[in-house]
DNA sequence: AATAATTTTTAGACAAGTCTAAATTATTTT
DNA sequence: AAAATAATTTAGACTTGTCTAAAAATTATT
């Protein structure tokens, strides 16, 4: 139906819209998937004449209904596909975007439903992203940036805000995975850093660059 | 590492010379893969330069050892994944082919490994077709056509020799599965049509057309 | 409000892969 | 062995997606 640029192009689209709000410029479009400015034009040229989103020269881009179901459904399919690499085939959690990112253009709506099937109907990804439904509807949650936590505090490791390779490393490395329970300490309010406990049992201490790339659901 | 396209003339041409054994012409490259001869010739060009098969002009084709591993690597994939499609995701015989078609595509060495883990170290995919290993290692079957078989003879279906759709939903309608305990109780010298009983329970009668494309594991 | 800086678009070229139609080469028939 | 037929290749064009360099439009600065 759609081919594998387009859909990068209107999954890229719809990730700055989902930031941005405003209207998604040329220049923001073309650093989001590594291409150039001009390339940029001649593609949205051709997903406006599809239908997929509106263009107004010089004025960026916004997309159609169509459009943007068809990025919510490209989202869905690397999403479940994430999960489906971390979850059954032991993926570490940094390996498996750039898999997911070739894996989400296969073409078969039949593999996709019978995929959800398979991995349960899960709602998030192993970043603790939501997975959006067959209609796209997303599942909002209510997680919490950890650096928002006070002493005392407790949570569930849920997500995280910076997908980097690097990043996602350093946390595995200090167990600071999905599902693990948390719970605040200390913070200083020198540096912004703060002392955790994991599971009811390891104390570390986190720097608030990476305190406020981790997502929290608060617990009682 | 090599492309779409690139992968898919490999892979039709090593199936040819599986076949056939004499060096491959154009135009069956071209009506195997339903492309046009000039397109074919155009494409055969660039692999012999990439050292991938050797190529003289109006002489036809023949793969390298590096064409032939890009070849069995790539049917190794489509096997794997049908394997996958079929006894992960229930998907039906006849319609594990196609998606398979794209999902052989994907480059990752680690996901083909972590694959093959998971699925258990399959021998062979939902059509009895042997699954290559990590170096090309094919593991021959000593499955005999079912049209062979006399009165009195037994075995287990254990392969197909025609694997369009329409004959493998005809196989599914009349429970003629992989695995399935078949006996050969009648055989008509007229029109070669056989009685056949299946799990020491069902009797159908077969044509000629439906036993030659049976294959069959001997059992005493 | 004019100039400078930035962003975006156009123009023209390129690479991969495909096609049709015409020209070559090979094979078969007589 | 010449003629007819079939297979293959070449030439030139088209599509998708990309790029660089230059031109045009927009935004920011003074």
């Known amino acids: 139906m759609y081919s594998f640029t387009e859909e990068n192009y209107l999954k890229a689209i719809y990730k700055l819209q989902e930031q941005s709000d405003v209207s998604i410029n040329t220049n923001a479009i073309a650093l989001s998937i590594q291409t150039k400015a001009a390339s940029v034009t001649d593609m ?113 490791i849920s997500g995280v805000v910076n997908h980097s390779s690097l990043f996602l490393k350093h946390l595995e490395k200090n167990q600071l995975t999905l599902g693990r329970k948390i719970k605040i300490t200390e913070a200083s309010a020198f540096d912004l850093s703060m002392q955790i406990v994991l599971d009811d049992k390891n104390t570390q201490q986190l720097s608030h660059e990476v305190a406020r790339n981790i997502l929290v659901k608060k617990t009682k």
């Open 44 to 156: 949205i040229k051709k997903l406006s004449d599809k239908k997929l989103l509106k263009y107004e020269k010089y004025k960026g881009v916004e997309l159609t209904k169509e459009g943007k179901r068809v990025a919510l459904e490209t989202v869905r399919k690397h999403r479940l596909w994430e999960t489906f690499l971390h979850s059954k085939l032991n993926f570490t959690w940094d390996a498996v975007h750039d898999v997911a990112e070739q894996l989400e253009h296969i073409q078969s709506a039949e593999l996709i439903d019978k995929l959800d099937e398979f991995l349960g109907f899960p709602t998030h990804d192993p970043h603790g992203d939501p997975i959006p439904g067959r209609n796209g509807e997303i599942q909002q949650s209510n997680f919490i940036l950890l650096s928002e936590f006070k002493v005392g505090e407790k949570g569930i």
